[in-house]
């Protein structure tokens, strides 16, 4: 099946017009249908992608009836479960932006009608294909760090434009988005690299300092605890409005040998590592973002080669039949943990049970 082209349908030109423009470049894929709510910005992204106007839908029941290999979702999570559930009944594959869903009980909703239906499911968790995560996978897969039993992950993104309309004052979607639900750029890395699920969770923080109209996506800052399967203790910050600039994702990997971490100056590409018997102390290393070896068509979707490398494992188990390493069972492990580890913020940090779904 390597020469066939994909038919894939795009929903949402927010964020999903970083993958309609690796979609419509790839080879084997073509953009069948593009939807989106929004007239103006459909018409923008069309306009840009050469579409015609009879591939462009304002309506996702009408595009699903063109009957699509595939649907990528790029619309806000609080809608990705009814979404994911309408394209798999309609013999759809599903790409799905992160996270998987805005509720436990809409988790396992998707993960029903992904066993219904047969489909093929994933998660389109960029971080997790950015190459020194790839490199730190092998290092830990090699032992070059001993066994790991302490991992951190940071991700403060200050974004209350995209919570609270400034100029209208109006909430969107994000005001539901609680910092703790958004884990899976931060979790998602983590796990992959350890090849563990998360059993435990406890969170804390409901302070309203920076955004009191920001409802829950408003919260000034959250700090989450997990205890793996296999024993790691993972501590998780996030925030989408305390200031910081650059941006920053951090992470963390404690080894019994040594240990491996990103700065915490943001997306400058660099960290530490010290491997007892290796070195005296840590030594700077690159983290980088991009695969610069992939050629300049990699990074059409953004200053990484994470979505490229997304879009190619989703292809690949589109013509193999081989599930993708994030398919359904990752996509839960790295979205139920932060929904559970707000419920137990919201209930004064309690440690809860994370139910494993896949
Ligand atoms: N992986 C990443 O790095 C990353 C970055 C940003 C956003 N995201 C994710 O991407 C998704 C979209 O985020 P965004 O910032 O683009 O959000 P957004 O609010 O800009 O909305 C995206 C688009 O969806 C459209 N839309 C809304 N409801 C729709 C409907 N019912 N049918 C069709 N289209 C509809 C909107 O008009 C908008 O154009 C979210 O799941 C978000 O978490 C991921």
Redesign the pocket.
Same mark, same amino acid.
């Given at each position: 099946m390597a020469d066939r082209v994909w038919q894939i349908a795009l %929903?949402? %030109?927010?964020?999903?017009s970083r993958y309609g423009r690796l979609f419509a470049d790839h080879p084997r894929c073509r953009i069948a249908a593009c939807?989106?709510?929004?007239p103006e =910005?459909l018409a923008k992204f069309a306009a840009e992608l050469g579409l015609p106007a009879e591939r462009c839908f304002l309506d &996702?029941g009408e595009m699903l009836k063109t009957r699509p290999d595939a649907v990528f979702?790029? /619309?806000?999570?609080p809608?990705?479960a009814e979404?994911t559930l309408a394209a798999l009944e309609a013999g759809c594959a599903v790409l799905c932006? %992160? /996270?998987a869903a805005h509720t436990v009980e809409e988790c396992r909703q998707v993960a029903q009608a992904v066993h219904r239906t047969g489909r093929l499911y994933m998660l =389109?968790?960029?971080?997790v294909y950015w190459p020194f995560i790839q490199q730190w996978r092998q290092w830990v897969a090699a032992g070059r760090l001993g066994e790991i039993f302490y991992a951190e992950c940071e991700y403060l993104h200050p974004i209350p434009d995209?919570i609270v309309d400034a100029a209208t004052g109006r909430p969107?979607?994000r005001t539901t988005r609680a910092p703790l639900h &958004?884990c899976s750029?931060s979790l998602g890395p983590i796990l992959h690299i350890l090849g563990d699920r998360i059993t435990r969770a406890m969170g804390i923080g409901q302070g309203h300092r920076l955004l009191p109209a920001g409802g829950e996506g408003g919260i000034d800052i959250q700090v989450g605890l997990f205890q793996t399967a296999g024993g790691v203790i993972i501590k998780l910050l996030r925030s989408s409005i305390a200031p910081r600039e650059p941006r920053m994702h951090f992470y963390s990997l404690q080894g019994t040998r040594g240990f491996v971490e990103t700065d915490r100056l943001g997306p400058a590409g660099k960290g530490w590592l010290h491997v007892e018997g290796e070195m005296d102390k840590a030594q700077s290393i690159d983290c980088p973002f991009a695969d610069a070896s992939l050629g300049p068509r990699a990074l059409a979707g953004g200053y990484s080669t994470g979505e490229y490398c997304v879009v190619e494992a989703f292809l690949a188990a589109l013509e193999t039949g081989r599930p993708p390493a994030l398919g359904l069972t990752a996509a839960m492990d790295m979205t139920v943990p932060g929904l559970i580890a707000h419920q137990s913020a919201l209930a004064g940090g309690i440690w809860l049970d994370v139910p494993q779904i896949d």
């Open positions: %929903v949402g %030109v927010g964020r999903g939807c989106d709510r929004s =910005a &996702y979702l790029g /619309t806000p999570i809608l990705h979404q932006e %992160v /996270t =389109a968790e960029n971080c995209q969107l979607w &958004y750029h």
